[in-house]
């Protein structure tokens, strides 16, 4: 799925009656925030990384996705479970998920699972994943899905408060959409190249294998 910019979306959820003006000046001040950071070399809060795999493995992917993000949800129910048996369990592979929200309740959802213990956030992104249909448009659908996991709804409302992580998630992928110029999600980086959009397994175990 082509890359969107967060913000536009944003505007058509505001036209649709979905976000607040407060909501989309909110995330505009951010980016501006972002900037200033930036001209004036300051610290970035960074998320840290969610890795599967060895860390210590010869071929590196790093996965930009979105939440909503279709292909993302293929991914992840259909890909991901194969190239995990053939090249994470083997060791083979170090796997590096990379947060890239590009709509409102993608953010949400990312804040979400970052305010969690890291060892829930893989569980918890396959059932968000397997759901997504059912939560894109209805933010209580989407709370329900971390009932099982101990959350309230009154939880994820507080968790979404937190300000700082949000920022953090959205100034890394500022930073890597500029850096890295990221025009698509999905996006993968294999051993320091970018490749963008829907990459069949075979391709992905093509690059992955050298060949």
């Given at each position: 799925?082509?890359?969107?910019?967060?913000?536009?979306?944003?505007?058509?959820?505001?036209?649709?009656?979905?976000?607040?003006?407060?909501?989309?000046?909110?995330?505009?001040?951010?980016?501006?925030?972002?900037?200033?950071?930036?001209?004036?070399?300051?610290?970035?809060?960074?998320?840290?990384?969610?890795?599967?795999?060895?860390?210590?493995?010869?071929?590196?992917?790093?996965?930009?996705?979105?939440?909503?993000?279709?292909?993302?949800?293929?991914?992840?129910?259909?890909?991901?479970?194969?190239?995990?048996?053939?090249?994470?369990?083997?060791?083979?592979?170090?796997?590096?998920?990379?947060?890239?929200?590009?709509?409102?309740?993608?953010?949400?959802?990312?804040?979400?699972?970052?305010?969690?213990?890291?060892?829930?956030?893989?569980?918890?992104?396959?059932?968000?994943?397997?759901?997504?249909?059912?939560?894109?448009?209805?933010?209580?659908?989407?709370?329900a899905l971390f009932a099982p996991f101990g959350i309230s709804s009154q939880n994820c409302q507080t968790f979404l408060k937190n300000s700082t992580l949000s920022?953090?998630?959205?100034?890394?992928?500022?930073?890597?959409?500029?850096?890295?110029?990221?025009?698509?999600?999905?996006?993968?980086?294999?051993?320091?190249?970018?490749?963008?959009?829907?990459?069949?397994?075979?391709?992905?175990?093509?690059?992955?294998?050298?060949?």
């Amino acid at each position: 799925m082509k890359k969107t910019s967060f913000l536009w979306i944003g505007g058509i959820g505001l036209a649709l009656g979905g976000i607040s003006a407060h909501i989309i000046t909110h995330h505009l001040s951010y980016e501006h925030e972002w900037r200033v950071r930036r001209f004036l070399r300051l610290p970035l809060p960074v998320p840290s990384d969610i890795i599967l795999g060895n860390p210590q493995a010869l071929v590196r992917v790093y996965y930009y996705y979105s939440l909503t993000c279709r292909y993302c949800r293929t991914f992840q129910s259909k890909i991901l479970p194969k190239i995990r048996e053939k090249y994470l369990d083997t060791g083979r592979l170090c796997f590096v998920f990379r947060e890239f929200p590009d709509d409102k309740i993608s953010l949400e959802g990312f804040t979400l699972l970052r305010s969690l213990p890291s060892r829930v956030y893989l569980p918890l992104l396959s059932v968000i994943f397997a759901h997504q249909v059912d939560w894109l448009f209805l933010q209580e659908r989407l709370f329900a899905l971390f009932a099982p996991f101990g959350i309230s709804s009154q939880n994820c409302q507080t968790f979404l408060k937190n300000s700082t992580l949000s920022k953090a998630l959205l100034f890394r992928r500022f930073e890597e959409e500029e850096r890295l110029n990221l025009s698509a999600v999905p996006s993968f980086i294999i051993n320091g190249k970018v490749y963008e959009g829907a990459l069949p397994l075979s391709q992905l175990e093509e690059i992955i294998d050298g060949k």
